[in-house]
């Protein structure tokens, strides 16, 4: 009888250990959830032999600090895909590999059709500084875009800014370049004023990474070394390049006449490696 209950334990244990908590999509409408759910999903295959057979399982939507507050707590979630911040790298295990090759730190904007003009008619930083962005209260980047001085507006809703952009609340929603287009796209029949302007990208560096909590070594080493192979046999570029979140981008010489205004991010952990053509993609 002992040893059966061991069993059923230690079986607890196992499938316990092996099951991958993620958040649920934030919306109906979120599409950029698939890319990272699918490279999840093809890192635990490479490493199967390895570790064994996971399964990944949704949890909730969140907002960014609730996110992180589970997952430095070790509650209903243990991977977390994000922009890194000083804070983030100092209280948290990361994978030290941009998951978009740096592509988070382009950004294009989503605005209201009706200030097309206004748009076209930006030369320079000082012209941009006179509009309001729309940006999370807690997204790394929304930092990034108040230390260049740019007017930002601060919402805790990812939802809600598509409904302010419309609306005037704010004059752009600076989405990264591999975002933009399906999310205009998914919200088409709510949002029919909503497009993406694609004469200016604003970059900084600014790579999504893995993160994980400080006791869940296992794990993040399991999920860089399947990073690792990808990368090293080429799966991981022709992911980006076929990924229907980002296939579009490519090839990328068509963006060489884009309006570029680059940014300092003086929040980027300096290990992060940004001149890394293996793992960057460089503007």
């Known amino acids: 009888m002992k040893i059966l209950i061991l069993i059923c334990i230690l079986f607890q244990y ?3 250990a092996n099951i991958i908590n993620i958040e649920a999509p934030k919306s109906k409408y979120d599409t950029n959830h698939k890319y990272y759910y699918n490279l999840i999903q093809k890192i635990l295959d490479i490493t199967e032999k390895e570790y064994g057979k996971s399964h990944i399982q949704y949890n909730r939507a969140y907002e960014q600090r609730r996110m992180f507050i589970n997952l430095k707590k070790d509650k209903d979630i243990n991977l977390v895909w994000a922009g890194v911040s000083l804070e983030r790298d100092r209280d948290f295990l990361s994978v030290k590999i941009p998951l978009t090759k740096g592509l988070l730190g382009y950004r294009i904007f989503i605005i209201n059709k009706k200030n097309i003009k206004r748009f076209d008619a930006i030369e320079n930083m000082s012209d941009l500084k006179k ?8 997204w790394p980047d929304t930092d990034i875009l108040k230390f260049a001085d740019l007017n930002v507006l601060e919402n805790t809703n990812y939802e809600r800014m598509f409904l302010q952009v419309l609306k005037g609340r704010c004059d752009y929603f600076p989405r ?3 975002e933009a ?3 205009v796209e998914a919200r088409k029949e709510v949002y029919q004023d909503l497009l993406v302007y694609k004469k200016i990208i604003l970059y900084y560096p600014f790579p999504m990474y893995f993160f994980f909590n400080k006791n869940n070594q296992g794990l993040k080493d399991r999920i860089e070394k399947g990073l690792r192979i990808m990368i090293n046999n080429g799966s991981f570029d022709e992911y980006l390049k076929t990924s229907k979140n980002t296939k579009k981008l490519f090839p990328l010489d068509k963006w060489m006449n884009v309006k570029i205004f680059k940014l ?5 952990p300096i290990d992060s490696d940004p001149n890394n053509e293996k793992l960057w993609i460089l503007p």
């Open 131 to 138: 509009l309001k962005a729309c940006q999370a209260a807690h």
């Open 14 to 16: 196992y499938i316990f």
């Open 264 to 268: 300092k991010n003086p929040y980027l």
């Open 181 to 183: 287009h399906r999310e």
């Open 176 to 178: 990264g370049i591999s």
